[in-house]
Nanobody
Framework: QVQLVESGGGLVHPGGSLRVSCAAS????????MNWVRQAPGKGLEWVSQ???????LYGDSVKGRFTVSRDNTKNTLYLQMDSLEPDDTGLYYC???????????WGVGTQVTVSS
């Protein structure tokens, strides 16, 4: 069955960096769009980034220039490198698979990122 397992979250100071990962299994990882979506405390879901099968990436306006998404198809793993972190980046970060670019069908359980001094 499809599984997405995020890891790498933690506590980081403002201005710091963190890399989160998503290990995928149960499907042909290289053939799908993959996404990062986050949820800040008390707020709704916010799409963060997407990488397609050709490794072309899209970013939300709030993270553009600070975050970098990548994928390693040999390891079936998705990454999000987060630099210049701000308190507003605090939240639960989910990895999600999508079909036809924006049809999200499987989600992980998330990894917590907290940016605080």
């Amino acid at each position: 069955q499809v599984q997405l397992v995020e890891s790498g979250g933690g506590l980081v100071h403002p201005g710091g960096s963190l890399r989160v990962s998503c290990a995928a299994s149960g499907f042909a990882f290289s053939e799908y769009y993959m996404n990062w979506v986050r949820q800040a405390p008390g707020k709704g879901l916010e799409w963060v980034s997407q990488i397609d099968t050709r490794h072309d990436a899209l970013y939300g306006d709030s993270v553009k220039g600070r975050f970098t998404v990548s994928r390693d198809n040999t390891k079936n793993t998705l990454y999000l490198q987060m630099d210049s972190l701000e308190p507003d980046d605090t939240g639960l970060y989910y990895c999600a698979r999508s079909q036809n670019r924006w049809e999200f069908d499987y989600w992980g359980v998330g990894t917590q990122v907290t940016v605080s001094s």
